[in-house]
């Protein structure tokens, strides 16, 4: 639902002068960011680069929903987060660090699970959505709920030193369940943690940021049908062609999904 910002102000001129230089973005472009709106889920590894490049760029409204604390293992990558935030509930520690960021944004903080019973409501003002999860069960729920609200979904995943990036956007493209028809099961509760290097989830996070505001802007070629492969040690970035599956039970043709 995009907002109905007032005019670009003299701070806001000096603040985004490097944005208003780029042909590709200048005035309109940075009003429509101004404009957008855009919902974060999860603001951990991933969900602290994504926060701090949306409203460092101008996105008018910002949500941030997690409902964890900030904790001292955190700090080795998210960077989002001071030694003296721990504790704190991230949706708020995160809520404050971006305003100091940016006091031209508005940030909503929603220290709550995205779960079936707030996912319609939480997305529901907001023009998309992004990936900044750890988990299987809310990457299929984001996707659902995009898909019926007709909204992109910037993925994003990694894993020690790899990591995924993707636009799911079931009106131009294959949405998430077409291409991970089923999920993994998911590692037993005392299952010791996986690693992560962390720079791995800034590089992820920072090309979902980008994936977003090309949507935004309307500019260059997102990743509609398209799935980025990272690899760290190798330094590599790889691509795999995606497609719609006509039998998808999220955005299959009513007729192919029965």
Same mark, same amino acid.
């Given at each position: 639902?995009?907002l109905s910002a007032p005019?670009?102000q003299?701070?806001?001129?000096?603040?985004?002068a490097r944005?208003?230089? *780029?042909?590709?973005?200048g005035?309109?472009? &940075?009003?429509?960011?101004?404009?957008?709106? +855009?919902?974060?889920v999860g603001?951990?590894?991933?969900?602290s680069?994504? =926060?701090l #490049?949306l409203a460092a760029?101008?996105?008018?409204?910002?949500?941030?929903v997690?409902d %964890?604390?900030v904790?001292?293992s955190?700090?080795?990558?998210?960077? *989002?987060y001071?030694t003296?935030?721990?504790?704190?509930?991230? =949706?708020?520690a /995160?809520?404050?660090r971006l305003?100091a960021l940016?006091?031209?944004s508005r940030?909503d903080? #929603?220290p709550?699970?995205?779960?079936e019973?707030h996912a %319609?409501?939480?997305?529901?003002?907001?023009?998309?959505?992004v990936?900044?999860s %750890?988990n299987?069960a809310?990457?299929y729920l984001i996707?659902?709920?995009?898909a019926? &609200?007709? @909204?992109?979904?910037v993925f994003?995943?990694? =894993?020690?030193?790899?990591g995924? +990036?993707?636009?799911?956007y /079931?009106a131009?493209?294959?949405?998430y &369940?077409?291409?991970f028809?089923e999920?993994?099961p998911?590692p037993?509760?005392n299952?010791p943690?996986?690693?992560?290097l962390?720079?791995?989830p800034g590089?992820?996070g920072?090309?979902e940021?980008t994936e977003?505001l @090309?949507?935004i802007?309307?500019?260059?070629?997102?990743l509609?049908?398209?799935?980025?492969l #990272?690899?760290?040690l190798?330094?590599?970035?790889d691509?795999?062609?995606?497609? @719609?599956r006509?039998h998808c039970?999220?955005?299959g043709?009513?007729?192919?999904s029965?």
């Amino acid at each position: 639902m995009p907002l109905s910002a007032p005019p670009l102000q003299p701070a806001e001129r000096r603040r985004y002068a490097r944005h208003l230089i *780029l042909p590709e973005v200048g005035e309109a472009g &940075q009003q429509r960011l101004k404009n957008a709106s +855009v919902l974060l889920v999860g603001v951990g590894g991933l969900g602290s680069p994504i =926060a701090l #490049y949306l409203a460092a760029a101008g996105v008018g409204r910002i949500g941030l929903v997690d409902d %964890d604390r900030v904790d001292e293992s955190n700090l080795q990558r998210q960077v *989002l987060y001071t030694t003296a935030q721990v504790g704190q509930p991230k =949706a708020l520690a /995160a809520q404050a660090r971006l305003t100091a960021l940016n006091p031209h944004s508005r940030f909503d903080a #929603y220290p709550l699970r995205f779960d079936e019973a707030h996912a %319609d409501r939480l997305l529901a003002p907001y023009d998309l959505v992004v990936d900044g999860s %750890d988990n299987f069960a809310t990457r299929y729920l984001i996707n659902r709920t995009a898909a019926r &609200q007709g @909204k992109p979904y910037v993925f994003g995943s990694i =894993a020690q030193f790899e990591g995924q +990036v993707s636009v799911f956007y /079931a009106a131009e493209g294959p949405c998430y &369940q077409c291409v991970f028809a089923e999920a993994p099961p998911e590692p037993p509760a005392n299952a010791p943690a996986r690693g992560v290097l962390g720079a791995v989830p800034g590089v992820v996070g920072a090309l979902e940021a980008t994936e977003a505001l @090309k949507l935004i802007l309307g500019i260059g070629r997102p990743l509609i049908g398209r799935l980025l492969l #990272y690899d760290a040690l190798a330094m590599t970035f790889d691509f795999v062609q995606l497609r @719609k599956r006509p039998h998808c039970p999220v955005c299959g043709t009513p007729a192919a999904s029965e």
